[in-house]
């Protein structure tokens, strides 16, 4: 789920009962990791002589690793960036809030006049279509190979074939946001075998979900309220309720009512790459930014987690593979981008604090 998509859901679930579990806006915690906070304010530098220990969240103290081995933006008072992994920084026509990779471009999202629109680049960063967005958020298939949105109409509209291939899927109504994507093979054109793409799209409310497939089926998800992820085989990560005590999520088996476990403990973000962890946040969250980030097995269980400390804010979250998450954290009026490694709990820096710019994020973390 992109950390835009992840405040709808925060939001909207808001409205209904004043609580539920989301990570950016995808929320936050510092000292106490189930109570919000606000932006810290300045302090010292980060002293070098002293590591953080592991599963703590702080840019003091944090040794520099290797840069991302994702792509990411970069936003200054200049414009916006976007970093390949080894690549020199290549500049872009605007800035974007979310993007995700495709073939050699990328789709991005930004706000023009108040109405937030998805623009589709080529391999030079050109701006070749665009379309409506209103919800500002995008979800990816887990191959990468297809990236979409829905429309002003409600229609889900799917970009694939390195972006040289664009379609519309069956209008759903109430539509809000598309939550998840998942093909068989790297494509929404329908093949005679019966193969093709579906797309989850959740409610404006929040309070259901649809899925619409390229066969032109449109129906409920009549056992939740909201989804996070899909997997390649079809499994879900899905809320079940909501409470003034948070909320509950389960993984669900492809097209299974029973979720296969549920857990109130956290937020479910996202898959795993191969779909075997999952990574997950609290179950309550309000304010700027969320306290914890915590990485579950495909039964549910805690693989590792980290917690804030020093008023450090955790705003977005992704897999940058099956080890490691990287991480955009806000400290002491800067920004960096952490390396959480699972097998052992240690944080590093990907990449080192900049300043913060008047209250906005300079990375943009792709939408995975």
């Not at 979310?98 to 391999?123: H, I, K």
């Not at 970009?159 to 759903?172: A, K, Y």
């Not at 499994?235 to 948070?246: F, K, Q, R």
Request: proline share 7%.
């Amino acid at each position: 789920m992109n950390p835009l998509g992840r405040a709808a859901v925060l939001v909207l679930c808001s409205v209904l009962l004043a609580a539920c579990g989301d990570q950016t806006s995808s929320g936050n915690a510092a000292d106490d990791p189930a109570s919000p906070t606000s932006p810290s304010t300045p302090s010292e530098s980060a002293s070098p002589t002293a590591p953080a220990a592991p599963g703590v969240l702080t840019l003091d103290g944090l040794a520099l690793g290797a840069p991302p081995a994702v792509p990411y933006l970069t936003v200054t008072e200049g414009g916006s960036s976007l970093l390949r992994p080894g690549g020199d920084a290549q500049p872009l026509p605007r800035v974007y809030d979310a993007f995700a990779p495709m073939g050699d471009g990328l789709v991005g999202t930004a706000s023009v006049e108040d109405q937030a629109r998805s623009y589709v680049l080529d391999g030079d960063l050109e701006e070749v279509s665009q379309g409506t967005n209103p919800s500002g958020s995008l979800a990816v298939t887990p191959d990468g190979a297809i990236v979409g949105w829905v429309t002003t109409e409600g229609r889900p509209h799917v970009v694939e074939d390195g972006g040289s291939q664009e379609w519309d899927l069956s209008v759903v109504d109430e539509a809000g946001s598309m939550a998840a994507l998942v093909s068989d093979r790297g494509t929404c054109l329908e093949g005679s075998d019966g193969s093709g793409c579906v797309a989850f799209v959740n409610s404006v409310e929040g309070t259901s979900a649809r899925y619409t497939s390229s066969h032109g089926i449109v129906d409920t998800v009549p056992w939740v309220l909201a989804v996070g992820d899909a997997s390649a085989e079809g499994d879900l990560l899905a809320m079940t309720s909501v409470s003034d005590e948070g909320s509950c999520w389960g993984r669900f088996a492809a097209w299974k009512k029973q979720p296969l476990w549920e857990t109130c403990d956290h937020t479910l973000f996202d898959f795993s790459p191969s779909g075997t962890r999952i990574l997950a946040g609290p179950a309550y969250l309000d304010g700027f930014g969320q306290g914890s980030a915590t990485v579950l097995d495909e039964d549910g269980a805690v693989v590792a987690e980290w917690r804030s400390a020093g008023q450090a804010a955790l705003l977005h979250t992704i897999w940058e593979d099956d080890d490691h998450v990287l991480a955009l954290v806000f400290q002491d009026d800067a920004w960096a981008i952490l390396r959480l490694d699972v097998t052992d709990g240690s944080v590093e820096l990907a990449v080192e604090p900049v300043p913060d710019q008047a209250g906005r994020t300079p990375f943009v973390l792709p939408v995975r």
